[in-house]
């Protein structure tokens, strides 16, 4: 079956660490790419995305990714985290053009001062 | 831009009650609105794709007469938990897509219902 999997389902980390999540997907062919964010009590936003071209994408507020293709990840990167970037982190595939996403179960990240 | 809200935000409502969720797109017309269902400490579930004009296109398991959706307009989706029970009670979020590529998802801020 078709499956996203988000390796941490809960991270607690200092003010300027390195933050690294791991994303990996089951979906065969092209695939979209997101990751989403969720701050404590907001709407989910989009940090970055892929659809094609370079591997490494840049997103909002530091944070980048990076496709790999060979091995089904799109793993998240920030590398040096603030407080602020406590919230709910989201990996999600996109299988198709139409924008249809499949979530993976998410991470909850805990930035301490 | 890409703004998209959800009314209401809260609900309670008595077992067997329906409720209609409202979905808008503030800025932009959306071809095609997501509804999800996230339960606590878990992950989004797609519930349904409706397009504008056409029926919605449920995903496995979830009860197309249950949960009645309608996408009238290019800015309006509504969510309808027909008989609502307890079970029902989660946080309904949608989302919208607008309409052209890259068919990017925006997300509304979520409605909590509480069936009592």
Same mark, same amino acid.
């Given at each position: ?20 999540? #791991?994303?990996?997907?089951?979906? #065969? ?7 989403? !964010?969720?701050?404590? #009590? ?61 979530? #993976?179960?998410?991470?909850? !990240? !805990? !930035?301490?001062? | ?99 052209? $590529? ?6 509304? $801020? ?7």
């Amino acid at each position: 079956a078709q499956s996203v999997s988000q390796h941490n389902h809960h991270v607690i980390l200092s003010e300027a660490a390195s933050l690294e999540l #791991g994303c990996n997907y089951s979906y #065969g062919g092209t695939v979209n790419l997101f990751w989403y !964010v969720q701050y404590p #009590g907001q709407h989910l936003q989009l940090l970055l995305k892929y659809f094609s071209g370079d591997p490494l994408v840049k997103g909002i507020k530091g944070f980048e990714a990076e496709f790999i293709k060979s091995k089904f990840s799109f793993n998240l990167r920030k590398p040096s985290v603030q407080w602020s970037d406590t919230a709910e982190y989201f990996c999600a595939v996109g299988p198709d053009s139409w924008g249809k996403l499949q979530f #993976g179960a998410g991470t909850q !990240v !805990v !930035v301490t001062p | 831009g890409a703004v998209v809200s959800q009314h209401p935000s809260r609900v309670i409502c008595k077992s067997g009650t329906s409720v209609k969720i409202e979905c808008r797109s503030l800025d932009f017309q959306a071809t095609t609105m997501f509804w999800y269902r996230q339960f606590p400490k878990k992950s989004l579930m797609l519930m349904a794709t409706s397009n504008e004009g056409s029926k919605a296109t449920y995903e496995q398991g979830v009860e197309k007469d249950k949960f009645l959706i309608n996408h009238a307009s290019l800015t309006l989706s509504t969510l309808t938990v027909t008989s609502a029970h307890p079970e029902d009670s989660s946080f309904y979020i949608c989302s919208a897509s607008g309409t052209g $590529p890259p068919y990017e998802q925006y997300f509304g $801020p979520g409605t909590r219902l509480t069936v009592t």
